[in-house]
């Protein structure tokens, strides 16, 4: 008797494709091995992708088997069957389980062969990303030289970052300087800010002439990696004068609706090329009428800067004008300085602020901030803004800051001192009645523990 009939009880009743397919993710190896070889003979279209996936299967028996079928498909009158595909080879390309190697190269060799490449223009934009870097591979071996640099340029036009970087590399094999030269070019306008740096900087050590051109051009570019190596270079060659004027044009009052990136390259140019000018710059952006007013990504970087720059009422001054912007983009500027070291605000300018945007996003933000005032500060402000009005998601945001300072204090610590105490204990009478009672208890706990509160 055949060892297939011991092993093989759920053999389908019908030799057909529809039925064997669902064998394919059967349990027993016997029988995926069965319905691999009988799929193979009958090369059914819709069983190519189910194929592909047993290639890397954790049975050898049944991944030979599905090696041998798959090449069964590696035939013109099966050519339509492959971009659908395609994505299955995902798991092949990723398996660890054999060598897929050979097989890889062969279906390669088949599907890129000149007649049978233009079939897949269209599936290549769908297919997973490893596949996709695999035929850029296989394709840059089997393709002749001078069809490699238009192959390249694609790439680099693409949003694949990985792919363009593989094509950055393979720039340097192509022979003569004009083409790779132009290639260079080409990557300066990919929509990826590290191939833009990189292309940038080898086009200026390799055509200085037609880098500069560049350089003045990405010297606004919207990412920092790609400004420097630009201006670096027209440092280098004197040529940043043309750059500061078109900066300086852009963050005009008349210019600012329409300035890329609302601006923030041309005054970040400006800062490092003018740093003595960023201060007063900073201003007088943000002193515009409320008709010019600069975006909110240029008010940021506006009052980061002033506030790093500034001192003492100053830099509290831009604090405060950070925090009650009305963007949350330029909120965020006044809680990470005070999470740098910068001195926070005081409640009493604080809470104003914060509330008067009504929502908990800003709401946590204070909090954020409250937590550069002393242990006592701040839990005597928590009792307070317990008995206020909060906006929706507000009690959510003051319990979890109950909660921290409760932790906080399990490090040890001692009660103020008069009249400090007798102030946080008629606070902690008129607000523990609204916290809820886990929270209630805890806190009792503490306050009891560091002597705040007598024992009872």
Same mark, same amino acid.
């Given at each position: 008797?055949?060892? &297939?009939?011991?092993?093989? !009880?759920?053999?389908?009743?019908?030799?057909? +494709?529809?039925?064997?397919?669902?064998?394919? %993710?059967?349990?027993?190896? @016997?029988?995926?091995?069965?319905?691999?070889?009988?799929?193979?003979?009958?090369?059914?279209?819709?069983?190519?992708?189910?194929?592909?996936?047993?290639?890397?299967?954790?049975?050898?028996?049944?991944?030979?088997? $599905?090696?041998?079928?798959?090449?069964?498909?590696?035939?013109?009158? =099966?050519?339509?069957?492959?971009?659908? $595909?395609?994505?299955?080879?995902?798991?092949?390309?990723?398996?660890? =389980?054999?060598?897929?190697?050979?097989?890889?190269?062969?279906?390669?060799?088949?599907?890129?062969?000149?007649?049978?490449?233009?079939?897949?223009?269209?599936?290549?934009?769908?297919?997973?990303?490893?596949?996709?870097?695999?035929?850029?591979?296989?394709?840059?071996?089997?393709?002749? &030289?001078?069809?490699?640099?238009?192959?390249?340029?694609?790439?680099?036009?693409?949003?694949?970052?990985?792919?363009? =970087?593989?094509?950055?590399?393979?720039? %340097?094999?192509?022979?003569?300087?004009?083409?790779?030269?132009?290639?260079?070019?080409?990557?300066?306008?990919?929509?990826?800010?590290?191939?833009?740096? @990189?292309?940038?900087?080898?086009?200026?050590? #390799?055509?200085?002439?037609?880098?500069?051109?560049?350089?003045?051009?990405?010297?606004?570019?919207?990412?920092? !990696?790609?400004?420097?190596?630009?201006?670096?270079?027209?440092?280098?060659?004197? !040529?940043?004068?043309?750059?500061?004027?078109?900066?300086?044009?852009?963050?005009?009052?008349?210019?600012?609706? @329409? $300035?890329? @990136?609302?601006?923030?390259?041309?005054?970040?140019?400006?800062?490092?090329?003018?740093?003595?000018? #960023?201060?007063?710059?900073?201003?007088?952006?943000?002193?515009?009428?409320?008709?010019?007013?600069? &975006?909110?990504?240029?008010?940021?970087?506006?009052?980061?800067?002033?506030?790093?720059?500034?001192?003492?009422?100053?830099?509290?001054?831009?604090?405060?004008? +950070?925090?009650?912007?009305?963007?949350?983009?330029?909120?965020?500027?006044?809680?990470?300085?005070?999470?740098?070291?910068?001195?926070?605000?005081?409640?009493?300018?604080?809470?104003?602020?914060?509330?008067?945007? !009504?929502?908990?996003?800003?709401?946590?933000?204070?909090?954020?901030?409250?937590?550069?005032?002393?242990?006592?500060?701040?839990?005597?402000?928590?009792?307070?803004?317990?008995?206020?009005?909060?906006?929706?998601?507000?009690?959510?945001?003051?319990?979890?800051?109950? %909660?921290?300072?409760?932790?906080?204090?399990?490090?040890?610590?001692?009660?103020?001192?008069?009249?400090?105490?007798?102030?946080?204990?008629?606070?902690?009478?008129?607000?523990?009645?609204?916290?809820?009672?886990?929270?209630?208890?805890?806190?009792?706990?503490?306050? #009891?523990?560091?002597?705040?509160?007598?024992?009872?």
């Amino acid at each position: 008797m055949n060892w &297939k009939d011991w092993f093989s !009880g759920d053999r389908p009743s019908e030799q057909t +494709a529809e039925a064997w397919l669902p064998m394919l %993710e059967a349990r027993s190896g @016997h029988s995926r091995q069965e319905a691999v070889e009988a799929l193979g003979e009958l090369r059914a279209p819709a069983a190519l992708p189910g194929l592909l996936a047993r290639v890397n299967d954790w049975v050898p028996q049944v991944r030979w088997a $599905a090696g041998i079928a798959v090449q069964r498909f590696l035939a013109d009158d =099966r050519l339509a069957t492959w971009p659908a $595909a395609l994505p299955a080879l995902a798991d092949v390309l990723r398996g660890q =389980r054999a060598d897929h190697g050979p097989l890889l190269t062969t279906i390669a060799d088949f599907l890129l062969a000149p007649g049978r490449i233009e079939q897949l223009s269209d599936a290549r934009t769908r297919l997973p990303p490893v596949v996709g870097r695999w035929l850029d591979t296989a394709e840059w071996r089997i393709s002749p &030289k001078a069809e490699r640099t238009a192959l390249l340029s694609a790439r680099l036009r693409g949003a694949d970052i990985v792919a363009a =970087r593989w094509a950055l590399e393979r720039i %340097e094999d192509l022979p003569g300087g004009l083409a790779r030269s132009a290639l260079w070019l080409t990557a300066c306008d990919s929509p990826t800010g590290p191939v833009r740096a @990189h292309a940038l900087r080898r086009l200026c050590d #390799t055509t200085p002439e037609l880098g500069t051109a560049t350089a003045q051009r990405l010297a606004l570019d919207p990412r920092g !990696g790609v400004r420097d190596v630009a201006l670096a270079f027209l440092r280098r060659s004197s !040529g940043t004068d043309l750059v500061r004027v078109t900066a300086e044009s852009q963050l005009q009052a008349q210019a600012l609706d @329409h $300035a890329p @990136h609302s601006g923030v390259p041309a005054f970040v140019l400006l800062a490092q090329v003018d740093p003595a000018s #960023t201060t007063s710059r900073a201003e007088r952006l943000l002193a515009m009428a409320d008709g010019v007013q600069p &975006k909110a990504p240029l008010r940021a970087v506006a009052l980061e800067h002033l506030i790093r720059a500034s001192v003492d009422d100053r830099q509290q001054h831009w604090l405060c004008r +950070a925090l009650g912007d009305t963007s949350p983009r330029v909120q965020r500027i006044a809680a990470e300085a005070v999470g740098r070291g910068a001195p926070g605000l005081s409640p009493a300018e604080l809470w104003p602020l914060v509330m008067a945007h !009504g929502s908990a996003v800003a709401l946590r933000r204070g909090l954020r901030m409250s937590r550069s005032w002393g242990l006592w500060t701040q839990f005597g402000e928590l009792l307070e803004l317990a008995r206020r009005p909060l906006p929706e998601g507000g009690v959510d945001a003051l319990i979890n800051a109950f %909660e921290r300072w409760e932790v906080s204090t399990r490090r040890g610590v001692s009660a103020p001192g008069e009249p400090q105490a007798a102030q946080l204990r008629d606070q902690w009478r008129m607000s523990s009645p609204v916290l809820p009672p886990a929270l209630r208890a805890s806190l009792s706990f503490a306050l #009891t523990t560091c002597g705040l509160l007598p024992a009872r």
